[in-house]
């Protein structure tokens, strides 16, 4: 979720200097029974199927053995939680499956191009579409043009959870669409600045929707062995979009009305993600809450194929056994019972946001041009690719080094980074190192962001929150995100100018430090856990 930091930073950077281009180092950045399940009649090798199945069950109480005795440990680290008494098995998908997940993560995933899309599509624009709206001279209203993105993807963010939970999560994608299509067409077409503003707002409402339902359909359709793998993949897309914006505005110097075409490309994907969901099972978990027990099975054929059906509607169901709970609503998240794995959520995104990424992104063009590297195209390419390379990594390891470890290296390597970045604006005796070390400290900080700061939270959220309050709950932190994105845009530029960018740079240090205290204290490991043993972890000893 980093990318989003960026347009805070260009957007409010916007009303302090007038007719300039803040954007050319955008890119860093219910209990059920089994009735409803269809069990197959036996056939002539009867006797042998009834073995598998004894064996099946053999290892189901062991699986249940194991769940209780991680779960206790899990509770012991995670300092107890809310009230459920859940009975939650594992949901693995052991063995070669016959279904598959990649291409309807893929659909998905084209939300988290547009989420990226949108928010660097105007690190070129701006200047040439000023021009053309006769605002070249208003550095406010190109502020607004920015910040609309943000203020409305505030608002998507915490109306996602709830349209995830009363539509589904691809019926959600669905409507997500529009406003992504029609904010893009707007944005486009505009003639004045009153309509680039609300298609901007409605762009930033689409993305702010996807920003809570990408990550929260690709954890619930993942097999738990690769689910940390696949999770990330939304952030690496995300940074991929950011970098097919700035490839996007190449052409704007042959061609000043190019910006129109940056905006209107981004119809097509907006069309083909509600095309593709309309092909995209649901996600069965959803369904199973719903009480849709025939549909859940289709959609588990097609994602995990038919030999799995019996097996994980049946995890999926127990999961829920113990609870005729309605859903949640908002004020549930605040109680005694979730509050405190609530609030875990909304604090790793609070220290994303304090850790600084704000100030390397802004700082970064002069950075770099201090270590003779004058073109900003090339600043932002650099800080891209290694925005882009860290994630690649991220994904790769998540599963192996898993999320806690990720989240604590990764903000243990931001805080030397900055502590590298301050030294290098004040210590005199690295005066003749300074543009080197201020280089190389960027990139140091871009990756260390990367591996874990920016890609975790968003993938740890739906993994560490109860099926009955996830939706909404990873909507809230999500807001919480937006929220702060906004107000520490609005107010970084005043705290630069009043105590200097290397003190800043040195609390920002701080910052990660603590956030390395929280995490050790209060984050629980969720590598290869399903996410119902993970509910069970969290929710059963309060």
Known sequence: MQSSTYAAVKGNAAFAFQRRSFFSNLVSRSATTTTGIRFKPLHSSAWKAMGAKLARAENGIHSLSSVKARSGRAQASSGGGGGDEEEAMPLRSEGKSSGTVLPFVGVACLGAILFGYHLGVVNGALEYLAKDLGIADNAVLQGWIVSALLAGATVGSFTGGALADKFGRTRTFQ????????????CATAQSVQ???????????GIGISSAIVPLYISEISPTEIRG????????FICIGILAALIAGLPLAANPL????????????????AIGMGFSPESPRWLVQQGKLTQAEKAIKTLYGKEKVVELVRDLSNSGQGTSEPEAGWFDLFSRRYWKVVSVGAALFLFQQLAGINAV???????????????DVAASALVGASNVFGTAVASSLMDK?????????SFGGMALSMLLLSLSFTWKALAAYSGTLAVV?????????????????ALLLPEIFASRIRAKAVALSLGMHWISNFVIGLYFLSVVTKFGISSVYLGFAGVCVLAVMYIAGNVVETKGRSLEEIELALTSGA
Do not use: C, H
């Open 441 to 457: 400290g960027t990139v140091l900080y871009v990756l260390s962001f990367s591996l874990g700061a920016g890609p975790v939270p």
């Open 195 to 205: 309509t680039m503003i609300v298609g901007r707002l409605l762009a930033g409402v």
């Open 258 to 273: 190019w910006w129109r075409t940056m905006f209107g490309v981004a119809v097509i994907p907006s069309v083909l993600l």
């Open 361 to 375: 992104v802004y700082y970064s063009t002069s950075v770099f041009r201090s270590a003779g590297i004058e073109s």
């Open 175 to 186: 409507l997500d669409a529009i406003p992504l299509a029609v904010g893009a067409f707007l």
């Open 401 to 409: 080094m898993g999320r806690k470890s990720l989240l604590l290296t």
């Open 229 to 236: 793998a696949l999770g990330s993949v939304n952030q690496l």
